[in-house]
């Protein structure tokens, strides 16, 4: 919930600089932004990564976990469901460092004042490729976790989840 919450408050955020309309230096709200990113990456957290995956029926294994009793996981779905989070999220650890590691190497060549078309474009191109990867991470856990769960406790989570105004589509 709260990855959920900080996403959308990133979009939120976002949209808000896009208008100009605050009146805080637009690098310092681009900075809080990037800023909470950059500590749910090292958390293993997903910070929205799976959110498409969340909204249409295809659970997080984190979100499960929190919700077992609402959903009367069973001892064997909450072991699996435990599994596929706990292997999840040490995939999301390796993967998301390896992502701050370019991007700190990206920055570090800006700092330096020797970043050029020739270095830059390849840096990005591998950031991009480390975070689609970090996304799959996410989003195939949301897949392998449909599985696990009975169309009524899918339902159950889309309810619990997504049927409140703050969740509203």
Partial sequence: MKTLLLSMACV?????LASAQHSQPVEMQHHACLEEERQAIEKGEGFG?????DRHGYPGPKHILELKN?????????KQV?????QMRGRALVTGKHVLDKEAELEQLFASGAAEAAAVRPRLGEI????AELRWVHVSAHL???KLLTAEQRARYHHLRHATPEHAR
């Avoid at 939120?12 to 808000?16: I, K, P, V, W, Y």
């Avoid at 991009?128 to 975070?131: D, E, I, K, P, V």
């Fill in 144 to 146: 392998d976790a449909y």
């Fill in 12 to 16: 939120s955020l976002l949209a808000t």
């Fill in 49 to 53: 990564m799976a959110l498409a995956a």
């Fill in 70 to 78: 609402e959903l009367a996981l069973t001892p064997e779905q909450e």
């Fill in 128 to 131: 991009a490729r480390l975070r």
């Fill in 82 to 86: 435990r599994a596929l989070f706990d």
